[in-house]
């Protein structure tokens, strides 16, 4: 194994990681307010990646430059997946709110499973190609090589996920989300209303999952109704490593599982690099079920 090998799986694995981090923020988010594993948030970024497409497709045959495009796809993406995750947390998850917890898990699955039929009857089976808005003209950075498209990834990654923390800790619906969070009764005892906080939640999990769903399309190239599905659970995968409900835990435990999963196929062949996440859950799981930066927390009554 040369150094050079290494090296470029790390620069991988942090792209990768980013975007991982990005959906887990999701989870965790929706987690750390109602308690509640939302597993249809990965079929969210999967709507996300195929509005952006053929938003992106329709405007670039219209003749608008790539740039512009991706802009306007990115924020149409945004705009349907936050209606769709305030719509989802309306009908489906607020009157099973104080239902026992397997109720709102077993529904949370078949939304997941609705929501990929719908994808199917709106925009079909195939494989979509995602245009190339960004070069991806390999770039020798030293020992490694890297697209623009991969560096926009991380820094617009990066940059979201500070934008996220400066929200929850430095502004009054931060607080109030976290607030809600700690206790939904004396939250609303203060004057907090509990049901705009939330649907506030589901709205921006779903608008940064609309922006991994691009990022994870561009990347690769390609767009279909299944791709959230092992996304979801990788995202869910680096939540619980991080310490599901922690902000930071998410995007820890994201850019562990990016790197875990590219360094890892310098010892295995590429067809087994999803076996990584599932090792480092069940590891995470056994040894330390709080996650990396979680704390152990009495069972709420």
């Not at 239902?99 to 994808?119: E, F, H, K, Y």
């Not at 990584?276 to 009495?298: D, N, S, T, W």
Request: with cysteine; aromatic share 8%; charged share 10%.
């Amino acid at each position: 194994m040369s150094i050079e090998v290494l090296l470029q799986q790390v620069v991988n694995g942090l792209v990768v990681g980013s975007v991982y981090a990005l959906v887990a923020l999701g989870y965790t988010m929706v987690y750390g307010i109602l308690q509640l594993i939302n597993f249809a948030h990965g079929d969210i970024v999967m709507i996300g990646a195929l509005t952006a497409l053929f938003t992106a497709s329709a405007l670039l045959g219209a003749g608008v430059p790539p740039i512009l495009a991706l802009v306007i796809s990115i924020f149409v993406a945004m705009l349907v997946c936050a209606i769709v995750g305030v719509t989802t947390e309306r009908l489906a998850y607020r009157p099973l709110r104080n239902a026992p917890r397997l109720a709102p898990l077993i529904t949370a699955i078949g939304v997941s499973i609705l929501l990929q039929q719908v994808a199917i009857l709106v925009f079909g089976r195939n494989y979509f190609s995602f245009p190339e808005l960004i070069s991806k003209t390999p770039i020798a950075l030293g020992l490694v090589t890297i697209t623009l498209n991969e560096i926009l990834i991380f820094v617009a990654s990066v940059a979201l996920m500070a934008g996220l923390l400066w929200l929850v800790h430095r502004t009054k619906i931060g607080t109030a989300m976290r607030a809600t969070a700690e206790n939904q009764k004396v939250a609303g005892l203060m004057g907090i209303d509990i049901n705009r906080i939330i649907a506030f939640t589901f709205a921006i999990g779903s608008a940064l999952g609309a922006i991994a769903g691009v990022m994870v399309a561009s990347n690769y190239g390609q767009a279909h109704y299944f791709m959230g599905f092992m996304l979801g659970l990788k995202a869910f995968t680096a939540a619980v490593m991080g310490g599901i409900g922690n902000l930071w835990g998410a995007m820890i435990g994201g850019l562990i599982l990016g790197l875990v999963e590219n360094v890892g196929l310098i010892f295995v062949r590429g067809d087994y690099k999803d076996i990584f996440a599932f090792i480092v859950l069940v590891l995470v799981l056994i040894f330390r079920p709080q996650g990396l930066v979680g704390e152990r927390v009495a069972e709420r009554a």
